[in-house]
């Protein structure tokens, strides 16, 4: 009897904390997403509609149009033409630059190796606003301010990538490296016909970074681009609010399409993206 | 790999060299330009008068940094920084470590739950901080109106409990977040740690898989609470992680800038109350074009960085086990 009572007590204390589990972590997942939920039911709302006083979530007639005009109100097209092209070309630029110095790093022996590669690691402490001042100066001397040049060439190269790929690199076995040359392979054609093909999960990972840090990327845009041809979505949006103040439901729709590509890219490729970021952490 | 024993430094050796180096010019001259030139020539501008609006720049010492020190907003500046830093790091990785441990039990819906907690890392900061902005809103933003209506709901359920003694225990009043100086930290507080803690979490998750699950199960054997499991085999384990994400937080703490500059459309803040280090150095180089004093405060701020980066490597040492 006694056992069995102490069964019965062990499995209401199971389902209770399980219970009390799932509650926290759905709850805290409500509370995550209220700010996303709120923008787009904003987005759609008619404009008495947004001076409630209490919490309406859906509105009567959804205002489609409202992503319609936000649009409109602005030059979003050529922000968007400006982020794509400036994330994609940079996005690749960058890894074929990463992976040619990781690859030097990773399976080449020479001349001045750890001292390079120390160089190169020891610009990852310095924070990007010291090297901003002296870097608009070079700008502003090339005449690269507001041009696609000033957005894309000095993001072109970056050392957290070129030690990812480095580190992956580097558990890609020596020996298939030392069979391929002996064979007569030249290095590059191993880069380009082994390496690489095998180094698919950290290329990704590279990449999806870079494409994310580029169209997400405000402060240089910012201080680069005087005109409205040469702005990126994120400082077109910062220019869209002054200039429709507080019609909040048109900013909520701007913001809604000014996100979608993202959300978009990342609900497709969530697995390499977490396992990407698992794999910064633990290399790190 | 370290030592080239001499037979090595051949004709060979020295192909490959050249090799190597062809591989890495083109990193080496976008680093080059854009990273190790402007390190140098940032601390050099730091000792000038230097402004774009003139030709000759003047040569002042240290003024540029006597000058920040006695500055009252750059003092500001740095205790209002401090405060977010202070604030959000230990917020973002104990929210990110809890979330992990829970989603590390056995349960269903991981996958979309996690989904939902990383989300808003991938969101662009401005876009964010529009959707936020909207949020605190006075009158019309779900913020005040979720807390008018909770404490509606406190309010009556005292009264209820206390038989209709105590009425009207909170007295809501709808506080203007964006307007009143000593809500601002907190706001961008709120922004960042809802923004992070979905990162903090998936690198807690991939650490919580390296820790063997046998302890777990001894410690259970043992008569351990889930509680004690936490504090003596969680914890000590996850140590590294911890670190490693405190370092990388407190870094990006130390540059706010977007948030502000969204949430406060261009201004930092009613009466300086959102004004950052970052920000002090974006408003004196691309607002005053004064480049070298802006350059030593941005020398000051790196400054600031690698001094705590440095006191916590020294402090973390001895309590961070690297298990083998």
Redesign the interface.
Known sequence: MLAEQQMWQYRVAKHLRRGVLYTVLLAGAVIMMLPFIWMITSSIKAPHEMTLRTIQWLPAVPQWQNYKIAWEAAPFEIYFQNSFLIAITVMFIEVIFSSLAAYAFAKLNFFGKNFLFLLFLGTMMIPGEVMLIPNYITMVNFGWVDTYWALIVPWTVSVFSIFLLRQFFLSIPHELFEAAILDGCSKLKYLITVMLPLSKPALVTVMLFKFIGSWNSFLWVLIMTNTPAMRTIPVGLTYFVSDVGSYYNYLMAASTFAMAPILILFLLLQKQFIQGIARTGLKG | ??R?PME?KTKK??K??F???M??L???I??G???????V??IY?SFFDWS?LRERQYFVGLENYERILGDSVFRTAISNTLRYVIAYVPLSISLGLI?AV??N?K?RFR?P????????W???????S???R??Y?Q??G?LN??LA?LSSVVNTVVEFVTLGHVSGLWQFSNPNWLMEPRWTIINIVIISV?QS???NM??F???LQ?IPHELYEAAQVDGASPWQSFWKITLPLISP?TF??SI?SI?GA??L??EI??LY??RPGPVNSGMTI?YY??RN??ERYR?GY??AA??I??AI??IF?LVQMRASRRRIHYGS
Not at chain 2, 33 to 39: A, L, T
């Open positions: 790999m370290l080239i090595m050796y020295w490959q060299t090799e190597a180096y591989y890495l083109p990193a080496f976008i680093l330009m854009f990273s190790f030139y402007p390190v020539k940032s501008m774009l979330v829970l989603l039990s349960i996958g739950l996690r989904v939902a907690y990383f989300l808003p991938v969101t662009s900061s401005v876009a964010i529009m959707v936020w909207w949020i809103n009158h019309y779900l109106m979720m209506g809802w803690m979905g990162y998936i690198i998750l991939a650490g390296n992680t490693f994400i990388i870094i130390f540059k800038f977007t500059y969204v459309t261009g970052v150095v974006y180089a691309f480049m802006a350059s941005a020398y701020l790196f960085i690698f980066t």
